[in-house]
């Protein structure tokens, strides 16, 4: 330092300036003490997860206080919500309803559409049959049902002549009144002895026929000619036979059981009441 004021002094003119006074140190008091640079501060693990701890628990309160006051905000309008619609449904009721004129009320034009018919179901076709009937003295063959004409079912019959009860099978415990003449059985409306009672095996249409003859004051069973046999007695009738009261007829799953009435001892053509001839006659 001291050269360079030389070099300095001889530039400015040979001039030297005194040398600066230095600056004499200060003296303190024995109480006081400079401040020292420690660096930085290092924080134990422990502390560190102290602090973390705290900043969570800090975030928790505050989300927590902000769901609070969300939920109240909701639940405040939600009520204000309900207290418009109780207002509204109050002054709906208090309004008195205008009178309707029937007048006034149109006609429901709106059509309703009819169900499709179903499709018919296709029948069953069925095997020819050959018709059998009574024997006649020159030994051929006379069909007892042709030319017969269609009887109808009877309800109530007058001057029965006697009875066919349902023993077994579907119908158990009908019973029918025959009468003079040909008393056709089957399914049909039109039998005299309408066996409808689920017994899809009998026909239609004389399936079987029983005759009272009042001449002879006899009863025979004759076979209709269709594929299902007719036993009487256990036995397949092929021709025409002889009925007598308790003979057992059996078409299909229904049983028969015949109770004649009229007998050459005692019926309905008896001379003594014309009245009644002419009924039994007209029957």
């Known amino acids: ?22 600056p004499t140190p200060v003296d303190l008091a024995p109480h006081e003490e400079l401040p020292q640079d420690t660096g930085p501060v290092m924080l134990s693990a422990k502390e560190l997860r102290a602090q973390e701890a705290e900043r969570e628990r800090k975030f928790a309160e505050v989300e927590a206080a902000a769901l609070a006051q969300a939920a109240e905000e909701e639940a405040k309008a939600a009520a204000d919500i309900l207290e418009k619609i109780n207002a509204s449904v109050v002054e709906e009721a208090a309004t008195p309803a205008a009178p309707v004129n029937i007048w006034d009320i149109e006609d429901d034009e709106t059509e309703v559409a009819e169900a499709p018919e179903p499709a018919p179901t296709p029948r069953r076709r069925r095997n020819q049959t050959r018709v059998l009937g009574f024997d006649n003295a020159e030994g051929d063959v006379v069909s007892m049902f042709d030319k017969a004409e269609k009887t109808s079912g009877a309800v109530r019959a007058k001057f029965p002549v006697g009875w066919m009860l349902v023993v077994e099978g579907p119908g158990r415990g009908e019973c029918f009144a025959l009468e003079a003449g040909m008393s056709q059985i089957g399914r049909g409306d039109d039998q005299a002895i309408k066996l409808d009672f689920g017994d899809n095996s009998i026909s239609r249409v004389n399936h079987a026929a029983v005759v009272y003859d009042p001449e002879t004051h006899n009863f025979m069973l004759g076979h209709g000619g269709k594929k299902n046999i007719v036993r009487l007695n256990g036995a397949p009738v092929i021709s025409n036979e002889t009925l007598s009261t308790g003979d057992r007829i059996k078409l299909g799953e229904t049983t028969l059981h015949f109770v004649a009435l009229c007998t050459e001892e005692f019926n309905w053509n ?4 014309p009245e009644e001839s002419e009924d039994v006659a007209i029957a």
């Open 270 to 273: 008896d001379d003594s009441n």
């Open 1 to 22: 330092m001291k050269y360079i004021r030389d070099l300095l002094s001889r530039k400015s003119g040979g001039a030297t300036k005194p040398d600066p006074v230095e």
